[in-house]
């Protein structure tokens, strides 16, 4: 069902992290049955671990049922912001139960046990068991997620962030969370041969957005919920059939702005960096999840070079498309 090939170029090598150790690129051999979309597209592979090949053919029959809620997005789009809002709007505004339940067990990230090399639990297990509806979040591409979201159609949200962001984010990340040693420029060409964890980041967008309207994906952009929060929850408030009064949505808004969710434990992913600290022995310093939340915060560390390449390297990818990226 899965075709997998080792990477073992030499920027392969220097990208991988002590985290999930050697890298693959999957892919999937029968793609009939995917949603065709507006476009005909080749559904993009992706970077993963030899231990997600041997958990995918899990991951491709899980259970899937109408009232699940799924998170999907690139890594570093702004999923974990997205889970919380869509987790609170679903639930009636029930801050007193996201504040006692920590957001990674309210929405479940469903292959974090198939890449982390040490973590001694089992996340597919933890989603399968979930109680209904379900919130999960994964970052995996439309080819490899489970088979029976194309036709048990629960509700899918998609969140995309504008690429130089999501890679200076993601390369904070790599190296606080996933050990990686290299530096800024190896990861970036690391992010432009295609050969970093999760990538490549543009098909990934663009096989969900060619698929929006056939499989009613409430498609958001973290740079939308950054600049009019309120249209977004407005619009998130409809795919759910909820409605509140525009102070509770003010509420939400505040609850769920930068400075706010950076210290609310519940929701700030400052217990994926304490799992870190107790898998790997060491201390990650210097380092919050929340980190800037900022749009254009790439022009702080990306050189002209960089710049000019991660663009050509978008538009590339954009030509045929008319996704834009905000
Ligand atoms: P930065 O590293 O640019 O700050 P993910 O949850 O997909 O890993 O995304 C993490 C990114 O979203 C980080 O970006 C983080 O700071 C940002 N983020 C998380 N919550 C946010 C919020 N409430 N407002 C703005 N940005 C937020």
Redesign the pocket.
């Known amino acids: 069902m899965f075709s997998v090939k080792p990477m073992k170029s030499p920027l392969a090598k220097v990208v991988e992290a002590p985290i999930h150790g050697p890298t693959i690129e999957v892919h999937l051999a029968d793609t009939s049955y995917l949603p065709r979309g507006e476009k005909m597209r080749k559904p993009t592979h992706c970077v993963l671990t030899p231990k997600y090949a041997t958990l995918a053919e899990r991951i491709h029959r899980l259970p899937v049922y109408d009232d699940d809620v799924w998170i999907l997005?690139f890594?570093?789009?702004?999923?974990?912001?997205t889970q919380e809002m869509v987790w609170l709007i679903s639930h009636d505004l029930d801050y007193k139960t996201a504040s006692e339940v920590n957001l990674l067990d309210r929405s479940i990230f469903l292959e974090f046990s198939a890449f982390v090399l040490n973590f001694p639990g089992d996340t597919i297990e933890e989603v399968e068991n979930a109680t209904r509806p379900r919130h999960i979040q994964c970052h995996l591409p439309i080819a490899l997620l489970p088979r029976q979201i194309w036709t048990v159609r629960p509700k899918l949200i998609y969140c995309a962030r504008n690429p130089k962001?999501a890679t200076i984010?993601y390369y904070?990340?790599h190296r606080h969370i996933h050990g990686y040693q290299g530096s800024l420029q190896e990861f970036l060409d690391g992010i432009l041969a295609d050969q970093v964890l999760f990538g490549p980041q543009i098909p990934h967008t663009l096989d969900f957005w060619n698929i929006r309207r056939e499989m009613n994906i409430l498609f958001l952009h973290f740079e939308e919920m950054?600049t009019s929060m309120d249209a977004v929850l407005r619009r998130v408030c409809k795919y759910f059939n909820k409605t509140y009064t525009d102070e509770q949505l003010a509420q939400l808004a505040n609850h769920?702005?930068?400075d706010v969710?950076k210290n609310n434990k519940s929701a700030n992913n400052s217990c994926v960096l304490e799992l870190v600290e107790s898998l790997s022995g060491k201390k990650v310093e210097n380092f919050q999840f929340?980190?800037?939340?900022?749009i254009g915060?790439h022009s702080e560390e990306l050189t002209e070079e960089y710049i000019r390449k991660l663009d050509e390297y978008t538009q590339h990818h954009l030509a045929e498309s008319d996704f834009r990226f905000k």
């Open positions: 997005s890594p570093k789009c702004g999923t974990t912001w962001d984010s904070h990340h950054k769920l702005s930068f969710m929340m980190r800037k939340g900022k915060s």
